[in-house]
């Protein structure tokens, strides 16, 4: 994929810009004569004046640093809630590609609250995106920066999310973006950033990691690992695993 990792504004708004013309143009192409539903064309303005307001803040304030947190995560909310609207338009119309681009748009907005020290409250269309991006990437190298972008989006998670209430639930986003990390810091095949997202593994979702290293040391097998990236699968697994059954 050509895209520079974060997405920045600019590209996030011409990917915008393509992603509302397809889906406004198929939804005025089936749609009837009355609907209750907000449309994807109020969507889009409203969107569009989202991308205004950060854009001028980043322009007047700074691309990075506090403005005011309480304004920025309240914007951040905003904006997520909008593009994961018009995203679930795509979806009801059949358009992946348009719903594509809208999550590459949503993680620029993620970055935008990230820079300026916000809280990301909606975390679930984050990490699906995250874990969509990943599944398009395959050069290991081109994983690093999206193993340390998923760190930044941890550390800025709201602290309700962070306190993990829901450890009933194995789908709650939370779960899910560490032990994706994992796994997309595992395919990066370097060794020091293994370590470095693990230990946030073992540190947030320690009852999982027993099963994380086991399924792991599968893949090192399955998959071919390079030796460097096996040993500290291995390592992992010896102390998690091996050394709980006695």
Known sequence: MNIVFPPNLAEAVLRFKHAATEIHETYESRRSSESNQVTPAQLTE????????????????????????????????????????????????????????LEIV????????????????????????????????????????????????????SHLIKQDLE???????WRVLHLNRGIVATRTHNPAIMEQVFEDLVRYLPEDAAAFFAEGMQQMEALNYPQPVRQVMGRYFERWTRTRMH
């Open 46 to 101: 409203a969107i569009n004046q989202f991308f205004s307001i950060t854009t001028r803040l980043d322009r007047e304030q700074g691309e990075v640093g506090p403005i005011l947190k309480d304004d920025v995560t309240q914007l951040g909310d905003y904006g997520m809630t909008l593009l994961t609207d018009l995203a679930a338009w795509a979806g009801q119309l059949n358009l992946p590609t348009a719903r594509q681009d």
């Open 106 to 157: 949503t993680l620029a907005a993620t970055d935008w609250v990230i820079r300026h020290e916000g809280f990301i409250r909606e975390l679930d269309p984050v990490v699906n995106a995250l874990a969509n991006f990943a599944n398009r990437m395959q050069e290991p190298q081109a994983l690093e920066p999206l193993t340390q972008f998923m760190g930044r989006v941890a550390h800025a998670s």
């Open 167 to 173: 450890k009933n639930n194995p789908g709650r986003p």
